[in-house]
């Protein structure tokens, strides 16, 4: 089609415009304006974007449903993103406060679990729900947190009644 119209693999849409757009390409008119630069877009759901690698890759990859655990494992006042989470965690890495135990607990077994969930994925094409993997993750922080020796505490209790432990069997009794 290029070559019928007598045009050049470099030539430039200006060209095409000076020599006259051929008319088996059933456009009725090209009209370009010098005072505007071309830019390469990207539509996605009706939306234009500048267009990049990035934007176009996240317009057409799957995306999972988010699952909210920060927040089940002390870290509320952080994003999900891991950045975030290892800033929260290296700054309370010495800490020796429940919500801290919970937190390093948490982001291991979370750690653990979405690798294993990866390579199941890719090596033995088996998937497990989102809600199911979390529930997995959960109750593996729960089961880690039965194991502690605490301090009774108010607090230490209220947290521990929140992962549904009831057993004062994890509270150190002085001894």
């Not at 390093?104 to 390579?119: C, F, L």
């Not at 199911?132 to 020796?149: D, H, M, N, Q, Y």
Request: with cysteine; hydrophobic share 45%; glycine share 4%.
């Amino acid at each position: 089609m290029i070559y019928n119209a007598r045009l050049h693999a470099s030539d430039l849409v200006a060209t095409i415009v000076d020599k006259g757009v051929p008319a088996e390409w059933n456009i009725e008119t090209l009209a370009l304006s010098p005072d505007f630069l071309d830019k390469t877009v990207w539509f996605s759901d009706n939306v234009s974007k500048d267009f990049s690698a990035s934007v176009a890759w996240e317009s057409i990859r799957y995306h999972l449903p988010n699952v909210q655990w920060a927040s089940s494992i002390g870290l509320q006042n952080s994003s999900t993103a891991w950045d975030d989470i290892l800033a929260s965690l290296i700054t309370s890495a010495r800490s020796k406060s429940f919500d801290a135990v919970i937190s390093r607990i948490g982001v291991a077994a979370v750690a653990y679990y979405v690798w294993q969930e990866r390579n199941n994925r890719l090596f033995h094409n088996q998937t497990r729900p989102p809600d199911i993997l979390a529930g997995v993750i959960l109750e593996t922080i729960r089961l880690r947190l039965l194991s502690l020796t605490c301090k009774k505490t108010a607090f230490v209790e209220a947290r521990l009644v929140d992962w549904g432990i009831l057993d004062d069997t994890v509270f150190d009794n002085g001894g």
